[in-house]
């Protein structure tokens, strides 16, 4: 368990592939005055170099509003509907571009705007329904845009963060989802 004050960092060792975790524990570094006036929409503190330590101390990310897609189909964590297994997701994919022919609604106005476009970068859990939308999403940016370097960031679950009660599931809806990874 990670408290408030620390960052929990995971990483693999190259060699061998299937090699223990190492652990890094770093504490968490406290939020800038003018970070915490912009969350909270009050008058931003003036910036001067005491008071800047990192770059992340004045940055400040704003979405475009057409790169927020709300999906109706699904809830986070429900029992009627769990969004956790590869082909729903590749199913929600080929239902949502059908009827909203995804690329043009939701990726072809950015890369437009761009006078020169080098590349796509993309963030998508793995192990999950999220793995096989990604994978449907791709596969469509791959056809379009065949010569644009595409960069994919995928995360996946830990297992120690799983109930025991749906372990069982999680760790077959896993392996299910990592076989179909491996189709690529």
């Not at 503190?45 to 897609?69: C, G, M, Q």
Request: hydrophobic share 35%; glycine share 6%.
């Amino acid at each position: 368990m990670v408290s408030g004050n620390e960052i929990l960092i995971q990483t693999q060792l190259t060699e061998p592939r299937n090699g223990p975790t190492i652990v890094q524990r770093q504490t968490a570094i406290l939020q800038n005055e003018y970070q915490t006036s912009l969350e909270t929409g009050s008058e931003p503190a003036k910036l001067t170099t005491e008071s800047v330590r990192y770059w992340s101390d004045f940055n400040r990310v704003f979405y475009h509003p057409k790169s927020i897609v709300q999906l109706n189909e699904y809830e986070l964590s429900s029992s009627l509907m769990p969004f956790e297994k590869w082909e729903v997701g590749e199913d929600l994919f080929n239902s949502l571009d059908k009827e909203h022919d995804i690329l043009d609604r939701d990726l072809r106005p950015f890369a437009e705007e761009a006078d020169q476009l080098q590349g796509i970068q993309m963030m998508t859990g793995i192990d999950d329904a999220w793995g096989g939308f990604a994978a449907r999403y791709m596969d469509r940016i791959r056809d379009e845009y065949g010569k644009t370097a595409v960069w994919v960031w995928g995360s996946e679950d830990s297992l120690k963060t799983i109930p025991r009660v749906s372990f069982f599931n999680t760790c077959l809806f896993q392996l299910l989802n990592s076989s179909r990874r491996n189709d690529f």
